[in-house]
């Protein structure tokens, strides 16, 4: 069985900051790569980030810039800074990470729970 645990969400005013945290746990093998989605009401999930094991990176054109997506492939975690944030980044932030479980042996897409961001203007 594999868990994400999303933490960091919040409250914050526009032009703030904030740092999201996703964990893996489980019979983990591996994990490639590891992103964050977001979903605000109304609309459809989007890509806002994701990070290969290597350290590649790729972001929503939204966020290039203000939001940085790194991750510590000791722990399993993969972080979200959200710097300048603004109004329209307003959502449900979910880490999304394709992992190989040892159980499994091919790899398999796994969810958090979402966390909630809110903007204010």
């Known amino acids: 069985q594999v868990h994400l645990v999303e933490s960091g969400g919040g409250l914050v005013q526009a032009g703030g900051s904030l740092r999201l945290s996703c964990a893996a746990s489980?019979?983990?093998?591996?994990?490639?790569?590891m992103g964050w989605y977001r979903q605000a009401p109304g609309k459809q999930r989007e890509l806002v980030a994701t990070i290969t094991s290597g350290g590649s990176t790729n972001y929503a054109d939204s966020v290039k810039g203000r939001f940085t997506i790194s991750r510590d492939n000791a722990n399993n975690t993969v972080y979200l800074q959200m710097n300048s944030l603004k109004p329209e980044d307003t959502a449900v932030y979910y880490c999304?990470?394709?992992?190989?479980?040892?159980?499994?042996?091919?790899?398999?897409?796994?969810w958090g729970q979402g966390t909630q961001v809110t903007v204010s203007s």
């Open positions: 489980g019979s983990i093998f591996s994990i490639n790569p």
């Open positions: 999304n990470a394709r992992i190989v479980t040892v159980v499994a042996g091919f790899p398999l897409g796994y």
